[in-house]
Nanobody, 121 residues
Framework: VQLQAFGGGSVQAGDSLRLSCAAS????????MGWFRQFPGKEREFVAV????????VNADSVKGRFTISRDNAKNTVYLQMNSLKPEDTAVYYC???????????????WGQGTLVTVSS
């Protein structure tokens, strides 16, 4: 599966942004989809994951109550709605696909290109 993420940009603290990740292929619904982010000089960290059918989600503690992951399998797309953005959310965000549901990046065999989110105070 090939993934393409988009929707990043520069916003002010407190604003909202929605990232999208479009996937190719006919088996999108069989993949758990995750969002990860990477700060400069740091490893990628888990943000959120959603199961193939969309019933199960897990969010990182740092984004709980602010970010929501969702998917539309008819459109082969996964979303990350980010509300109440903070400067510390500034990072490159990546979508990824895995055959197993989990929070560890090693589970994910498919990665999109990153999209930069910049939040200014």
């Amino acid at each position: 599966v090939q993934l393409q993420a988009f929707g990043g940009g520069s916003v002010q603290a407190g604003d909202s942004l929605r990232l999208s990740c479009a996937a190719s292929g006919r088996t999108f619904s069989t993949y758990a989809m995750g969002w990860f982010r990477q700060f400069p000089g740091k490893e990628r960290e888990f943000v959120a994951v959603i199961s193939g059918g969309g019933r199960n989600t897990v969010n990182a503690d740092s984004v709980k109550g602010r970010f929501t992951i969702s998917r539309d399998n008819a459109k082969n797309t996964v979303y990350l709605q980010m509300n109440s953005l903070k400067p510390e959310d500034t990072a490159v965000y990546y979508c990824a696909g895995a055959l197993s549901f989990g929070v560890h990046s090693a589970l994910y065999g498919y990665w999109g290109q990153g999209t930069l989110v910049t939040v200014s105070s």
